[in-house]
Nanobody, 129 residues
Framework: QVQLVESGGGLVQAGGSLRLSCAAS????????MGWFRQAPGKEREFVAA????????YYADSVKGRFTISRDNAKNTVYLQMNSLKPEDTAVYYC??????????????????????WGQGTQVTVSS
């Protein structure tokens, strides 16, 4: 079992930055690939960014590429999402997710919500224009 707790959300003006954190419980955090998703009111949950267990591979949705950076610190059981140049359309509840993986290369990441086993409760990000 893995429990995930997000933090760092808030209200920011367009063009500003926020860093989200997701703290995971458990001793096997380094064996989980991680992802960030978001869901705006009335919309489906959408993929934002993913990272392999080693941190060696990352992948981004086109809508955030070049603005957002996903990273992880396995010693701290934490994954981060640095969000720069925020836009009003980035407003959503942001969720982190974890999936256990047998990945000797440390290069696998996952982009579909259905591939993930564990989810956090979400943190609200609101970007004002």
């Amino acid at each position: 079992q893995v429990q995930l707790v997000e933090s760092g959300g808030g209200l920011v003006q367009a063009g500003g930055s926020l860093r989200l954190s997701c703290a995971a419980s458990g001793r096997t955090f380094s064996s989980y690939a991680m992802g960030w998703f978001r869901q705006a009111p009335g919309k489906e949950r959408e993929f934002v960014a993913a990272i392999s267990w080693s941190g060696g591979s990352t992948y981004y949705a086109d809508s955030v590429k070049g603005r957002f950076t996903i990273s992880r610190d396995n010693a701290k059981n934490t994954v981060y999402l640095q969000m720069n140049s925020l836009k009003p359309e980035d407003t959503a509840v942001y969720y982190c997710a974890a999936v256990g993986t047998v990945d000797y290369s440390g290069s696998f990441y996952y982009t579909a919500p259905g591939e993930y086993d564990y989810w956090g409760q979400g943190t609200q990000v609101t970007v004002s224009s």
